[in-house]
């Protein structure tokens, strides 16, 4: 079967980094999708990893290592607007997505 | 451009009444989806249509049907509502090739309420 799991929830100061991970296991992968979904709005993308590596767009970095069925997101010189939930998507066999349930990120001043 | 609408924003529905909840995008995508977002759960997928005139099934799409006459419109139809179809729906679209990965975009969601 297919699983994702990433943690609930995470705190952060303003300014600082941090690491939301994700894990997965899955019997066929064809990319893994990182979504940014404000609270009551729709999601929005953030990025896309279909070989390991990091892919650095901005103040925001996605890893992928398929071999350990990893990823992550740094964000950096977090802002107040960052305060958000992370959802980790992966992309099965049949280009269908599995969403993971989202780790809810809290900035404070 | 506008991308991808939905409606209502929210609803109130009486158990047992039936239900169209509309989806329009101005992308030209030729796939779109719907999609339920519950509490502490992922997005589950209802239906999907991968071009218009055809329909597929996700993960959860029994009490639910969709139809795609067009390109543009992809409305989601609750023949008989029952409470546990509370949830927020999200419609999205992505310009899917076959085979190739692709970026959905969403619409800003539906609230519905069934009591």
């Known amino acids: 079967g297919q699983n994702i799991d990433q943690p609930t929830e995470m705190t952060a100061t303003e300014g600082a980094i941090v690491q939301i991970n994700c894990t997965y296991q899955?019997?066929?992968?064809?990319?893994l999708f990182w979504y940014q979904q404000h609270a009551g709005e729709a999601p929005t993308f953030l990025s896309y990893n279909v070989l390991d590596g990091l892919e650095e767009k901005g103040r925001f970095s996605s890893f992928l290592s398929r071999s350990k069925g990893y990823s992550y997101l740094l964000l950096k010189e977090l802002q107040m607007k960052d305060s958000a939930s992370y959802l980790c998507?992966?992309?099965?066999?049949?280009?269908?997505?599995?969403w993971g349930a989202g780790t809810k990120l809290i900035i404070k001043p | 451009t506008a991308g991808i609408t939905q409606a209502p924003t929210s609803q109130i529905l009486a158990a047992g009444r039936s239900m169209t909840l509309r989806c329009t995008q101005d992308m030209r995508h030729n796939a779109m989806y719907w999609y339920r977002q519950d509490l502490g759960l992922g997005l589950r997928l209802i239906h999907y249509?991968?071009?218009?005139?055809?329909?597929g099934k996700g993960e959860v799409p029994d009490g639910y049907s969709v139809s795609r006459a067009n390109t543009d419109d992809f409305p989601l139809t609750l023949a008989s509502a029952v409470p546990s179809q509370t949830s927020v729906y999200f419609c999205a679209s992505s310009d899917r090739t076959s085979g190739e990965t692709d970026t959905q975009y969403f619409g800003p969601g539906t609230r519905l309420t069934v009591l």
């Open positions: 998507v992966l992309m099965d066999s049949n280009y269908q997505l599995i």
């Open positions: 899955t019997s066929g992968f064809n990319g």
């Open positions: 249509s991968n071009t218009a005139g055809t329909t």
